[in-house]
């Protein structure tokens, strides 16, 4: 959520930036600046009606003292007056800062000058792209093929037990999956991100203070009788820890890490590009989190990009990344790297990790701060990205792994899985 003194100040920069989303955002950032006017000049008006309240409450006070009931009385009756004008005037306040805050809602992040203009993600800059595109032999199969063919992931059991984009992983399958968590996590601890284990459903709080609500309610799989939500991604809890959070400045950066099931309906999704594990209701993610400086949160952000990219080097997997352009940035995010790997089966490329700062959007809905060096409280900048989501980087491992006898587990993982071959 952008903050009001910042739209105050930078209006004509935040509509022309916003443009970027291709957002005409004229009408809603006129429509908070009227909501904080109407609502300053109430605020000013109860302080005033306040400020009066107190000064006839000593009046009465020195008039009873001095014998003078009858002038005492009068006043009496005025602040009786004032009372009935500061409920009122409560009540109009508290009115004016629900609907400004309705209104800040509607408002997505300000991009970073960085995001490239766009309308999709055909219109995402590529930055880098490394590793060896292997070469397969005739009869390579995709991973849905492979993971029946040596009896690793079952999608018509899940299906049965849930439904469809519920896979049962089993057998070398599982253990791969284990593997990948366990290396994942291995990675980002040593790295110097806490570990945490993490709730997997969400109150609508945490939904608000990271950006999922209102936004993506309609992608959230929402459990009525206790309103909670099942958590999309690592970063709805992970990110949480933090709200209402005043933080010492030298407690900064924050590293977190963790793994969780996420849940997306992904209401809308069809077609042969969500095949097997491309895109599923129920999958497995490592998250990263860190709250940062706002001085240092770029720094860290390309920090963040040269640790995922460690990851798919050790993993051997050809990669390239993305710099999202304005129509496809997420509504919290001021910039974001995709990473995407090669399926060689498929002959497309995967996304398997977002890397995005959200500088203070997060952090204003969170109530997240620090304590600068001059004893003021101030936002400070979050940041989050995949440090993997699982799905696809086991289906290019699955495809680009596999010879004509069986599959071969990427060196790395091996101490994991304890074998080396599926076949």
Known sequence: MLQVSYIREHKEEIIKRLAIRNLDSKALIENVLTFDEERRQLQTKLD?????MNTISKEIGNLFKSGEVEKANTLKSKTSELKETIKTLEE????KAEGLKIELYKIPNVPNPLVPKGNSDEDNL?????????TLHKDALPHWELAKKYDLIDFELGNKITGAGFPVYKGKGARLQRALIAYFLDKNTSAGYTEY???HLVNEASGFGTGQLPDKEGQMYHVTGDNLY???TAEVPGTNIFRDVILNENELPIGVTGYTPCFRREAGSYGAHVRGLNRLHQFDKVEIIRVEHPSKSYEALDGMVGHVQ?????????????RLCGGDLTFASALTYDFEVFSAAQERWLEVSSVSNFETFQSNRLKLRFKNGEGKNQLAHTLNGSALALPRILASILENYQTED??????ILIPYTGFDKID
């Open 92 to 95: 109009g306040l508290s009115e």
């Open 197 to 199: 284990q993490l709730p």
């Open 48 to 52: 005033s009606a306040k400020a009066e």
């Open 230 to 232: 099942l958590i999309p």
């Open 310 to 322: 460690n990851i798919l080097k050790e993993l051997k997997l050809p990669y390239r990344i993305l």
């Open 126 to 134: 590529e930055t880098l792209r490394e590793g060896e595109i292997p």
């Open 406 to 411: 069986g599959i071969n587990v990427p060196d």
